[in-house]
């Protein structure tokens, strides 16, 4: 099938770009000798997750346990959980998955810890927990090397728990100095930093300006998306992933709707503005959305697109519009290659 | 089950009250005479869609054919799609869904009257077609009553559709004046506008308010959410659809974070600042997400939530939430009494 036989909205990803995407960052990563173990939430799909670690992922990094569990089920072993895992029922699950695969987790809270020293024990297996801290973000993660030292030391008195180093996300210009404060705290305990992962496709390519870096998490750069657009990261011409519409109206001499909205694209933003870039019209602004409709203004076009016309659209944040979608369709060439099934949405808990 | 029990982020809906809201607005649309043709863009669940029937709706409204398919798939007979239809493959479907059920729809070009009467006379029946006309939104619909009454007159004359009256979103101070123009213009031409479809949640209180409207299409009043509250259509008390979230890291005195994001609760804002209503710690200010992270500033509130702890929310804008889960729970006093599965969710074409 050609592509322009799709009905709209369709989600497609161009696989000659998108591998090509997956071996540039693998390649980069492997010249630093960092460990690239890259976060499928952006793409929620099996396949994918296992094109990356045939080309040299140590395993992958999922945001939900039952993004894990779906990941296993597919044959994934080693997948890494940097989420605070609290709940007996979801530790129960945890448990489970830990009797099948190699899990490593993150904790900024002792509660966190003593939950996962249960589901280990549950298990009869050891769990490597790092400890999460705040690189200035403002979301979670021990504030303090103090406090990481201290968490540190009690994941290692846990019994079923081992500690298994630090997580932060983004990478910048803190991670370096605060991993070297909490390793001065914890010489003296006897306990090594054998980990630190760091994330973000943002600062994707400067992950090796972090000597303390040993791994790095990041996920949308085998799409690219406006916002790792406007970040430098990507040029258009590798970005993988595009939208197709359809325009279903002209009303005015310079206003088009297509047919997808804020249930096709999300209503992210990132700092942008505007919805998305229309690669056959890069000057029209796609100014509004309703849930099903998207409101463009082509005043700055010198040609407007007829009733009927589809377009391609590069999206503000590619892990909001996958998530979207029951499929993702694999195009090579402009054909049809093959059909993903978004396997892991919705996999909230 | 208790609620309690859920995995967080859970989706709950409190029967009793979904139920009254239906009830509440069905009377209140009988009252004055006004047909009730409630959008299931909102919940895109059958068995809702069968309660709306149930209370005196006289068929549903959906956005998308995908939509429609699922529904008549699950014993819907009446289904109005006020979205121009356009593409081949889509007619064909279009044309399969007229065969079996009572299908009426809209248009605002003759590009798509053309492509509706090719599928009505593909599936051997009249399809009833209704002249979207733009009240002021901005988005479909034609422009002047010159250009509606044109337009229902290529409707008239096209072998297969029928005329079927006036359709705008949302109804507003415009609507009556429009639809008196278009009258007067189509009264030489011997039509008549049996049906004006109006719309909206935001003004589904003044539906009476306007003459001309026989019918009015609502999506959100069943459930409710901050959107809705804060135009003073429902209440606090009478929001049926919370968010189950829990507490998963308190980094710092103030902040704490739950295990919902932009996946969870979309990053609609709707005008309103913040992501949702907590109903435990109103005075707290959900400030911010990432795609799995709620940020939480609970410096207002006296007391602060600990981790572990559940939180009870109302979001922004209910569509986009149940869009983004794949089961909603219906729950009567604290109890889980069913599961539904969100059936049309991801119905994009």
Redesign the interface.
Known sequence: MNID?L????LIVDLDRMEANIKRFQGYLDQHGIANRPHI?THKIPAIAQMQLNAGAVGITC??LGEAEIMAQAGITDIFLP??M??E??LERLAQLARRITLSLTA??A??VQGLGRAARSAGTTLSVLVEF?SGL??????TPDEAAELAMTIARTEGLRFGGLMSYPTNAQTDSFVQAVRTRLNAAGLTIERMSGGGTQCMWQAHEHPEVTEHRAGMYIFGDRYTLKHGNIAVEECSLNVLT?V?????AN?G?M??G???F????LGLEGHGLILEYPDAFFR?M????G?VDFSACARKPE??ERLTLIPNHC??VV????QLHGVRNGKVELVWPVAA??A??
């Open positions: 036989q009905e709209t909205p369709a939430k945001q939900k989420y605070n609290l709940g029922s979801r900024d809270s509660v966190v705040d403002g979301r979670c993660g021990v504030q359809t279903v109206s002209r009303p005015t206003r709707i047919d997808g804020s249930k096709t999300s209503s992210d933003l509004g309703s849930e099903e409709h409101n009733i009927g892990c909001s998530n979207l979608f029951n949405r919705g909230l808990q």
